[in-house]
Nanobody, 117 residues
Framework: QVQLVESGGGLVQPGGSLRLSCAVAGTIFSDRAMGWYRQTPGKQRELVADITRGGSTNYADSVKGRFTISRDNAKTTVYLQMNSLKPEDTAVYYC???????????WGQGTQVTVSS
């Protein structure tokens, strides 16, 4: 059974930084593309960044230049470095394996990010 465990969220002031981690177990991590998603109440979950098996990355326009996704295959962990945070980045952040419009696995519990002064 695949487990996705997100961590690293918290309360941060606008302009601040956070680094999220997602530990993945139960699948061959190095064979998978990985993505970070976020969701706010009343809105659909959106993909904000993804990274291929080979390390190529893509970002939503709203986070481009501020967020960086990376992966450590030895630790089966994917990271999201978030800089210059804005109040509109407030959301619960999740990781998963993107499959087009869908995802491969059951969602984890996510990690709450709150950007507020």
């Amino acid at each position: 059974q695949v487990q996705l465990v997100e961590s690293g969220g918290g309360l941060v002031q606008p302009g601040g930084s956070l680094r999220l981690s997602c530990a993945v177990a139960g699948t061959i991590f190095s064979d998978r593309a990985m993505g970070w998603y976020r969701q706010t109440p009343g809105k659909q979950r959106e993909l904000v960044a993804d990274i291929t098996r080979g390390g190529s990355t893509n970002y939503a326009d709203s986070v481009k230049g501020r967020f960086t996704i990376s992966r450590d295959n030895a630790k089966t962990t994917v990271y999201l470095q978030m800089n210059s945070l804005k109040p509109e980045d407030t959301a619960v952040y999740y990781c998963n394996v993107p499959l087009g419009r869908f995802v491969a696995f059951t969602w984890g519990q996510g990690t709450q990010v709150t950007v507020s002064s």
